[in-house]
């Protein structure tokens, strides 16, 4: 899943296993309970996403 445009998308309860995101972008994306814990390549600011309960691995926090 590269070069996905999540701009003001739901996708609470997700699970991202395994998943290559370089270059997807999240801006004002629900992302609570989310699991990105074995996900990589992705860059989400905590600011302008919503982020509670969301699942991240401490090797891509």
């Known amino acids: 899943m590269q070069n996905i445009d999540f701009t003001d998308v739901e996708i609470k309860g997700a699970s991202f296993s395994n998943y290559d995101l370089t270059d997807s972008l999240f801006d004002n994306t629900n992302l609570e309970k989310t ?27």
């Not at 309960?53 to 891509?60: D, I, L, M």
């Open 35 to 61: 699991d990105f814990y074995t996900a990589y390549n992705f860059s989400i600011n905590p600011s302008q996403n919503q982020i509670k309960g969301t699942v991240f691995s401490k090797e891509n926090c």
